[in-house]
């Protein structure tokens, strides 16, 4: 809100000039209707009927005009504070790591950024309106109105305290109200993003009737505390006109009986109807702004719970590194545990890694080999003194700096619903189609991109739904060999890629990655065999380095994965 106090002063400014000419012409009109009154008695009038009218139109007209530019100016406010809240909370979430996900589900976070800031949106937008004519109504119409009858006003204003006093006393049952619904619409989101996510799992697994069951529940869990609100809302609503009627019946009664003695005109009851009216709109604002501020109390907690949260891995104030990486690593007694675990997923990882080497790792699943090249991007924490990097610890490289320059295929072949030209060259819309071209031939891909109607433009769905499983893998690998970085990690992308491809892709690669460091991490013996050496990984330590051919005439655990491999390769040819 600092950035738009200017802003926001205007539009009270507005209001407050507003709320003066609506006062001036409750006054006219009451001028008028005494005027006419004199005028059916047959006494002269002290102004002209033309006068007093050109006078509440000229009032009415001044009015409209302040009220709709202070509404814009707040209005304006409102959105441009939530714009700043999404990108502060996209901004947030970018920079978490797998920890932060594993404590707050995508559906969960997709409110917050939905529903939790459209709360705040409109508590800005409603309660900085609110809060003006709160104020600025009971000071022009109180004052106006003790210029006419003070003994009829000190009656009404009582009312306005008994009010507010309600509305507060709802406010605390609002606020648990509105957290649980919030908290049970994050339950929803979370639940509908996972199933539709899994909807081929359902289906393969005939789960529909089952998976309708547990949504009911959830969804009910929602609509009982939405019911409650409701409950809580209805009563706030039932009471305030109760209230404004109490006030209506003052004036007919007490003002009535002041007109029949003389006190006051009949132009002034008029009056006191018309400031009534203006005294009766903040209250009943009041429980609306209750209400909202309540909620928008408890969605901004909920903001800021991911704002505050503290990202996994950030980069060291004092950190100084090279800019430009050669690609030597060299990792010294290297053991690793994940918060919450009990047993580390590495242990004792020793192994120098030269500039322009190509480095395999294999090992059965579980066995730590994904974990291993989280820590050479700092996906990960990585401990103080154990990971270097062309000799410069990699805690002292920025963030940004390291993945810049070191490329990554990840397993999840994940794919944006954008043109395939788009997700190749994602790190730089502006690179010549060319290059995204060569991209495209080095990953094998660019026959099955001559097949496609569109090309390089067409469009590849929601997570590159639209390619088959090999496509997605060599999407992903044309992203990230178009980079051309100094290092490259692959970490088994080749999963879904046949033998024959497979083995056109490594012979590019052997070429295009000379002089260059390049890390692979694969279950296939045969994409591994060409690698200058080779890590093999046995419940998070290293057993074996060396080529493939120095591993096999050892015989040891690569062997041993290379004959199950076979044996497995040759039962399949058979079965084919």
């Known amino acids: 809100m600092k950035n738009y106090r200017a802003q926001t002063l205007l539009g009270f400014l507005a209001f407050f000039v507003a709320r003066f000419f609506e006062v001036s012409t409750y006054f006219l009109v009451s001028e008028g209707i005494d005027l006419i009154d004199e005028l059916l008695d047959g006494a002269p009038g002290s102004a002209t009927i033309a006068e007093i009218v050109l006078g509440i139109v000229s009032c009415v007209g001044m009015r409209f005009l302040f009220v709709s530019y202070a509404r814009r100016a707040i ?9 700043d809240l999404r990108q502060m909370l996209y901004k947030s979430i970018l920079r978490q790591g797998p920890g932060f996900f594993a404590k707050i589900s995508v559906g969960d976070v997709m409110t917050r950024a939905i529903q939790d800031i459209s709360l705040v949106h409109r508590a800005i937008a409603f309660g900085l309106i609110s809060v003006v004519i709160m104020v600025f109504a009971p000071l022009f119409g109180v004052s106006a109105m003790l210029l006419k009858s003070t003994s009829l006003t000190l009656l009404i204003v ?19 109200s509105s957290r649980e619904v919030q908290e ?35 969804n ?25 009627s109490v006030a209506q ?43 909202l501020l309540q909620r928008a109390a408890v969605a901004t907690g909920r903001l800021y ?25 060299d990792l010294k007694n290297v053991s690793y545990t994940y918060p919450g675990a009990d047993k580390p997923v590495l242990r004792n990882i020793n192994i120098e890694i030269a500039a322009g080497e190509s480095i395999a790792i294999v090992g059965r699943i579980g066995c730590g080999k994904s974990t291993l090249l989280k820590l050479f991007t700092r996906m990960i924490d990585t401990p103080d003194a154990s990971l270097y990097i062309d000799g410069h610890d990699v805690n002292d490289y920025p963030l940004s700096q390291l993945r810049q320059q070191v490329s990554q295929v990840l397993q999840d072949s994940f794919l944006f619903g954008e043109p395939l030209y788009s997700n190749i060259s994602y790190d730089d ?15 094998s891909l660019r026959g099955s991109i001559d097949d496609f109607p569109m090309k390089m433009h067409t469009i590849v769905g929601e997570r590159g739904v639209t390619l088959s499983g090999g496509q997605k893998q060599r999407a992903t690998l044309a992203r990230g060999l178009i980079r051309d970085a100094p290092v490259l990690i692959l970490d088994d992308c080749f999963s879904s890629v046949d033998t024959k491809t497979e083995e056109h892709i490594l012979s590019r690669l052997k070429r295009l990655r000379a002089g260059k460091t390049t890390i692979l991490v694969s279950h296939r013996i045969s994409t591994l065999r060409h690698s200058d050496r080779i890590v093999v990984l046995e419940a998070g330590e290293i057993v074996e380095i060396g080529s493939h051919e120095a591993l096999l005439e050892l015989n040891g655990a690569y062997a041993q994965l290379e004959r199950a491999q076979t044996l497995s390769d040759e039962s399949l040819a058979v079965q084919g």
């Open 75 to 83: 209005r304006r406010v409102g959105i441009a504070v939530s714009f």
């Open 158 to 176: 009582p009312i306005l305290p008994v009010v507010f006093i309600y509305a507060l006393r709802m406010a605390n049952e609002m606020g648990r």
């Open 184 to 218: 049970k619409l994050s339950e929803l989101s979370s639940h509908t993003q996972e199933n539709l996510s899994g909807i081929r799992t359902i289906q393969a697994q005939v789960q529909e009737d089952n998976e309708v069951k547990r949504f009911w529940l959830t």
């Open 220 to 244: 009910d869990d929602y609509a009982n505390a939405f019911y409650d609100q409701a409950r809580i809302t209805s009563l706030m609503s039932a009471w305030m006109p109760f209230f404004a």
């Open 249 to 291: 019946l003052i004036i007919i009664l007490v003002g009535g009986r002041q007109v029949m003695s003389g006190q006051i005109s009949i132009g002034d009851l008029v009056f006191f109807f018309a400031c009534l009216g203006m005294l009766l709109q903040p209250i009943r604002m009041a429980g609306m702004l209750v209400m």
């Open 305 to 329: 719970e991911i704002y505050d949260a503290e990202p996994e891995v950030s980069d060291r104030p004092s950190g100084q590194a090279p800019s430009n990486i050669q690609g030597a690593f």
């Open 429 to 443: 819309p502006e690179r010549n189609l060319e290059l995204i071209w060569d991209a495209a031939e080095s990953a």
